[in-house]
Each structure stands twice: as C-alpha cells, then as structure tokens.
C-alpha cells in the first residue's frame, strides 16, 4: 500500500513539474510598444507566433505577410507579436513611437508589438531566454531579424522559423493551421 501511495504520489509531482514547465513560457513578464506589463499569459489559448522585428532589415517586407497572416486567423484564435530589436546590424533604431508610427504608415500592422528587447546577448529578455536556452525544444541562438517561433495553444513551443522563412511560405502556414486544429 505504502509503495502504491509512493507511486501515485511521485506520478502527481512529474505532472505537476510537466504543467508547471508548460506554463512557464506564459508567465514571463515583459512590456508591450506603450511600455504597459504582459506576459503571453494575456494570450493563452491562443497560437502566438512571436517574431523579433526591424524596421531597416531586408526582412522588413515581411510586416506585409505577417499582418496578412495575422488578420487571416486572427478570428480563429491567432496572434502574432511583433518584438522590436536592435541587436542585428543596427537595424531597428527607433524609439517606441517611430516604430509604432513606421508599422502603422508602411504595413498597416495592427498586430500586437511588445517594447524594443534584446533578443541575444548578455541583456537578452527572458523570454528570449526560455525561447531559444537548452531547455527549448527548439534550442540555439536567435540568427537575424524576423526569426519565428509558434507556440501553440497549450503555452508550448511547436515550431520555430528561421528568417528566411517568409510568413506565406506552407511550411509556416501547415503549421499555423496545425496549431489552431489543436485544443
């Protein structure tokens, strides 16, 4: 009965510990582009692809088929978050407003954008951090601009997109619609 009772509890604990690492990509803390406090907590339930952005890259282009993507889904449960960053060649070195006033007056993106982050480096944002340590399913550094990661409803990382990847390409989209089929 004891070993029983040792089993059961050990089984509860792994679970536990699964749940609690599942979770903790969504109770990362970080500042939206108005510097306000979120977390992808805000968007749970939702399949959210998060992509750090620059508004001087030649990746830039890809705001079109990103807001594309977002507003063909978006009522099927789909967010995209755009995270401004500055760590690659320069290239995104406006302030807040500038990037909101070049996303809106260029691409029309009506997308959620979080504050400008560093993505790699000794100051890399936490949530950089779970994205892309050891302990991600997709391990490795952040290689350029317009990098993709998709985290599915579950608060899981499910893919994880390289900049060439544009946001029409099937591999993205197949994955996107995977996604937003789970529950």
């Not at 990362?28 to 977390?39: A, E, G, H």
């Not at 282009?61 to 977002?70: C, D, H, I, S, V």
Request: glycine share 8%.
């Amino acid at each position: 009965m004891k070993l029983a009772v040792t089993i059961f509890c050990a089984m509860l604990a792994s679970q536990i510990l699964a749940a609690d690492k599942m979770s903790d990509l969504q109770n990362i803390p970080f500042n939206d582009i108005n510097d306000k406090p979120t977390s992808l907590k805000d968007y749970a339930g939702k399949v959210v692809l998060v992509v750090n952005v620059a508004s001087k890259c030649g990746f830039t282009k890809q705001y079109t088929g990103l807001e594309a993507l977002y507003l063909k889904y978006k009522d099927k449960g789909f967010v995209i978050i755009g995270v401004p960053s500055n760590d690659f060649g320069g290239q995104e070195p406006g302030t807040a407003e500038e990037i909101k006033t070049f996303c809106s007056s260029k691409f029309d993106v009506t997308f959620p954008l979080m504050a400008k982050v560093h993505v790699v480096g000794p100051e890399k944002n936490p949530l950089y951090t779970a994205l892309t340590g050891p302990e991600s399913a997709f391990p490795g550094e952040v290689k350029w601009n317009f990098q993709k990661f998709l985290i599915g409803r579950d608060g899981k990382l499910a893919g994880r997109f390289e900049s060439k990847v544009t946001p029409e390409s099937k591999p993205l989209v197949h994955a996107i619609e995977e996604a937003l089929a789970r529950n």
